[in-house]
Nanobody
Framework: QVQLAESGGGLVQAGDSLRLSCTAS????????MGWFRQAPGKEREFVAA????????HYTDSVEGRFTISRDNYKNTVYLQMNSLQPRDTAVYYC????????????????WGQGTQVTVSS
């Protein structure tokens, strides 16, 4: 079992930055790939970024490439999402997930989810 908890969301203006954190319980965190998804009102949950269990490879959706960075600290059982140059279209609830896959990009490949943290970007 893996329990996840996101933090770091908030209300910012366009062009600002935020760093989200996701902390995990258990002693096997380093065995899981991790990812970030987001869901805006009235829309489906959307893949944002993923990182392998060791942190040696990452993948991003096109809309955040070059602006967002996913990273992890296995000693702290924490995954981060650094978000720069935020725009109103980034407004959503952001969720972290854990997966037994290598570099999962689809929602069904994730086994555990956090409760989400709200990110709101105003113009």
């Amino acid at each position: 079992q893996v329990q996840l908890a996101e933090s770091g969301g908030g209300l910012v203006q366009a062009g600002d930055s935020l760093r989200l954190s996701c902390t995990a319980s258990g002693r096997t965190f380093s065995n899981y790939a991790m990812g970030w998804f987001r869901q805006a009102p009235g829309k489906e949950r959307e893949f944002v970024a993923a990182i392998t269990s060791s942190g040696d490879s990452t993948h991003y959706t096109d809309s955040v490439e070059g602006r967002f960075t996913i990273s992890r600290d296995n000693y702290k059982n924490t995954v981060y999402l650094q978000m720069n140059s935020l725009q109103p279209r980034d407004t959503a609830v952001y969720y972290c997930g854990a997966s037994a896959g290598v570099l999962p990009r689809l929602e069904y490949n994730y086994d555990y989810w956090g409760q989400g943290t709200q990110v709101t970007v105003s113009s």
